[in-house]
């Protein structure tokens, strides 16, 4: 009878465990290629990257331009991780660039793998699922945040702790000694209870280490996978020799969700007694704080793995992606190039060779998605190897915008103000000798018209010399004459019937032509006479212009 109820409970655990995995297995199966399922807090995804070393990468991408190019956005659609440390790797991977063509040629064998290979795949996505829990975004803090360091007066703790026991010892020879043992225990609660704050810090941490530790050891089995970092076991070597001490924090964790409340009790006075938990806390500190090379190094082939399995997952949801070639010519070819994160977005063609890009068009025709659209998969192509269009060619490239400027009330600064400040940055990097790319939309639209036009004139001029390519919008006219010599011209045109407007969003070689700013005011149902004085300036303006040209004066001088 005994055996027989024993024999059903191991069968019903069995078949929740085995439901349970061919759930995962479906789950993992279903949302590749597909976009997450989830909340971003960036935040806690920006940690990693915020504190690291970036000094030597070939170009860490600004605030500013992450701003103008919608990068929250577009690493929400890239994102198809499965752990916390593989989000901040991968945030950290597309604000960083830097090419390693062998390690490319490496990451381009195991996506294929990843593509092609079910049961690897499968099998590496389950070790990562164990990686989500929030907690997992402090492990970085290991190996990147400053340790706490053990008080001035830390021997006495040891002493404590060492005179419980011996009262403790002492008790069963004469009771007497249980007075001793409690006055001890009353003075190690008040310390114990001091630890609280500093153990808060590390209760999360800590116990997922050990956890990305043991995920390591599992995947650096693969043949393949080894390759990112041969030399790993080493690490995880060194980390397995805390183990032991670590374990006792997993222990923490378990008993504050899982453990009925008397186990808890029983064991926090324990702890108490001896001052386990500040002991324990600062030797393991101790010792953690000569492994963060290994931390760190076991961290990164981690998020380096999950990364690639992201990289997979996206090129799979794709239509259309490229590889892109980057070479030491200085030109950026794009067939069919489209805007990541606009949906069925309209592609274009382009090159780029001697001269670079003057846009003009009016608003909503897609001059700057388009402008957003070439940086954007420049980045993407020098991180991550991906581009979305059909084919793409450009040089290592250095990428700078200015976009999105807006006014910075809290430190007194104008729109006008914040975007010179930009734009000399700009000037200062066009003469760094690399190879840059520049985004600009609509510059100096802040400042009047003849002063604008003087000043866009000559400063992009300047920014298109030496190895610079720059993809400019204007809504004036008259740059696009003053900078042929420097500046193809393109434009973006729309359709303007009796009662709507319509956008092809198609590049067109070229000036813009025609201009329907006021009969969209007419269509739109402006008073006849405002329209009709719009149109009597404008013709007025434009006769002016044309007498000014002919007669070879400069209006902008």
Known sequence: MIKDIIFQI????SQIKFNRKRELNRK?????????????????????FRKKDNSKVYQVLSDKTCNDLDFDDLFMFLDRTHSKIGQQYLYNHLRTIEINEKKTRLNEEIITAFLKNYELRISVQKELEKLKHKDVYYISSLFQDEHLNPPKWFFVIKLLSFASLVSLVLVFFN???FIVLLGVFCVNFVLHYWNKNNLVQYVGSIPQLLRLNNVASHLFTNPLLKKINPDLSKSIKLINEVKSRMSFFSLEAKLQGEFEIIVWFVFEIFKTMFLLEPLLLFGVLKRLNTKREEIESVFKFVGHIDMLVSVASLRKGLETFCLPIINDENKIIAKDISHPLIFKCTTNNIEITEKSILLTGSNMSGKTSFIRAIGLNVITGLT????????????????FSAIRISDDLM?????????????????????????NLFLLDEIFKGTNTVER????????????????????????IELTDMLLNEYELYHFSETVNEDNIGFDYKLKEGKLKNRNAIRILEINDYPKEVVKE???IAKKIDETYLVKNVTGSNLYM
């Open 384 to 399: 991550i190897n991906t581009c979305f269009a059909k084919s793409m060619t450009f040089p290592l490239l250095k990428v």
């Open 175 to 177: 009771p007497i000694f």
């Open 534 to 536: 719009a149109v009597k």
């Open 10 to 13: 191991e069968y019903t655990f």
């Open 453 to 476: 036009i003087s000043a866009g004139k000559s400063i992009l001029s300047a920014l298109a010399k030496h190895n610079n390519k720059i993809l400019v919008s204007t809504h004036d």
């Open 411 to 435: 430190n007194n600064k104008s729109y006008y103000f914040e975007e010179v400040l930009t734009i000399k940055e700009m000037l200062k990097e066009s003469e760094n000798g690399n190879k």
């Open 28 to 48: 993992l199966k279903e949302s590749f290629g597909k976009l997450k399922d989830d909340s971003f807090d960036f935040d806690s995804i920006e940690k990693y």
